[in-house]
């Protein structure tokens, strides 16, 4: 990806921040649900963040920073690209993109046009 703006690694930043929090939450809820009995889980609670691509393909922008934050939270890449974006790559592109690469159909519409 093209270098990032100061701006776009200040986003990146503040969301892994946020990130970091909102897992931090969780956490304390989880203890304290465990400690009258509830349910809790092993593996720490799962935070679920949605961004466009740019913040997060081949693991730079907020993944980079959440490593920067806190070491132990892991943490799954999904990029979405388009078939006709695909189909310009060759496979050490596709797969350093993320975890995993969800292609979507050359027809489909895109929702920023």
Same mark, same amino acid.
């Given at each position: 990806?093209?270098?990032?703006?100061?701006?776009?690694? %200040?986003?990146?930043?503040?969301?892994?921040?946020?990130?970091?929090?909102? $897992?931090? *939450?969780?956490? /304390?809820?989880? +203890? =304290?649900?465990?400690?009258?009995?509830?349910?809790?889980?092993?593996?720490?609670? %799962?935070?679920?963040?949605?961004?466009?691509?740019?913040?997060?393909?081949? $693991?730079? *922008?907020?993944? /980079?920073?959440? +490593? =920067?934050?806190?070491?132990?939270?892991?943490?799954?890449?999904?990029?979405?690209?388009?078939?006709?974006?695909?189909?310009?790559?060759?496979?050490?592109?596709?797969?350093?993109?993320?975890?995993?690469?969800?292609?979507?159909?050359?027809?489909?519409?895109?929702?920023?046009?």
């Amino acid at each position: 990806p093209p270098r990032p703006t100061q701006s776009q690694v %200040l986003w990146d930043a503040t969301m892994a921040h946020r990130i970091v929090q909102a $897992r931090s *939450g969780q956490a /304390e809820a989880g +203890a =304290a649900r465990k400690a009258t009995g509830g349910r809790g889980t092993s593996q720490g609670p %799962l935070v679920v963040h949605v961004c466009g691509k740019f913040h997060c393909e081949q $693991r730079l *922008g907020i993944p /980079e920073h959440l +490593a =920067a934050y806190d070491d132990s939270v892991r943490s799954l890449v999904v990029v979405c690209v388009g078939w006709d974006e695909l189909s310009s790559m060759d496979e050490r592109q596709v797969a350093g993109l993320g975890d995993y690469v969800v292609v979507s159909p050359q027809d489909q519409a895109k929702s920023y046009q």
